[in-house]
């Protein structure tokens, strides 16, 4: 009985795991609209309005810092945080700190 308990468990693990991987692998694979080269310069201004929108009273630093990353990586990540390993440019710009520069 524990055996087959313990097989359910693993195989109920392994799925989720599966859709997981799944799941991030569609984010990536709508890479059309994002990624390396995906932006131009006249877009920035609207994807850097889209990745800041969430950070309320910090809006106006998040938006100086995402313009100058857009411009040089031509890529804004997905979403309004996280997803940086989209954009590959803009993950790795540092500050002079060692501090990720792009928001």
């Known amino acids: 009985m524990a055996t087959s308990m313990m097989k359910f468990v693993a195989l109920l693990l392994l799925a989720l795991f599966a859709i997981s991987m799944i799941e991030s692998t569609q984010v990536l694979a709508r890479g ?4 390396p080269g995906t932006v131009q310069p006249s877009q920035c201004n609207a994807r850097c309005s889209t990745r800041c929108s969430k950070t309320k009273h910090h ?4 938006m100086e810092s995402c313009m100058p990353c857009c411009k040089r990586c031509a890529c804004v990540p997905p979403g309004f945080s996280g997803n940086k390993p989209v954009c590959p ?3 790795n710009m540092k500050t002079h700190r060692g ?3 792009c928001p």
Do not use: E, Q, S
């Not at 059309?32 to 990624?35: A, F, I, L, S, W």
């Open 99 to 101: 501090t990720p520069k």
């Open 32 to 35: 059309n609209n994002y990624g």
């Open 89 to 91: 440019c803009y993950n």
């Open 59 to 62: 809006f106006p630093f998040c």
